[in-house]
């Protein structure tokens, strides 16, 4: 008797899912980084900007996640030890992190081949999952977001001039599914019906 429970409970776990999925819809979130405080300028000395965010939906299901973002992009100027006094530009980055509980990256190098001028940019930038993150950590539409300049590594050298950032846009868009409202209460009390129908066999 209490494995036809079982197998009755699970059957209506396969079924409220399926109809999630099957009435939910595709939806774009925005999130103005500037709304939360972003600066917009980078450089060097600048310290590592973070917040917490909360996007207000939960997902299904997500498609994708990138950085929408504009600006410019003024490259520094590096040199060898070995030829001290011959400066040659480099290439800075623009680069923003998820974590809590996602890893996940992405950037925007440039000005190396422009210097001094600055390299503009618009562009939507992917972020790229690292170690054991998946998107389903931020079905929840919560985590933290990170901005910060970034150099290149220059070995047996050092920088003369770091360069620098300036932001005009920094908007962090998720792509996914998720359920229409008025169906996802029609499941719930679905499920809370289904659930007390098996408590109530259970006991009799």
Known sequence: MERRIRI?????????????????RATIVELDLFSL?????????????TSDFDLGVEFVGIDSVYMDWSGEITGGLGEYDSHPGEPFPL????????????DAGTSVWG????????????????????????WSDLLD??????????SLIIID????????IILDRANLVVEGV???????????????????????????
Not at 8 to 24: E, N
Not at 111 to 134: H, K, R, V
Request: include cysteine.
């Open 91 to 102: 290439d800075v980055a623009v680069k923003a992190y998820l974590d809590m509980p996602i």
């Open 37 to 49: 405080g972003c600066p917009t300028e980078y450089d060097f000395n600048s310290p590592y900007w």
């Open 178 to 204: 998720i359920p229409e409202p008025s169906t996802l209460c029609l499941l719930v009390l679905g499920g809370l019906w289904i659930t007390c129908k098996s408590r109530r066999n259970r006991f009799n």
């Open 111 to 134: 000005g190396g081949d422009t210097y001094p001028a600055p390299e503009i940019f618009d562009c939507q930038s992917d972020f790229e999952l690292f170690g054991l993150g998946t």
């Open 8 to 24: 009755k409970a699970v059957a209506a776990a396969a079924v409220l899912i399926l109809g999630m999925l099957s009435t939910a």
């Open 141 to 150: 539409g919560r985590a933290t977001i990170w901005l910060y300049h970034e």
């Open 157 to 164: 050298g050092s920088y003369v001039v770091y360069g620098s």
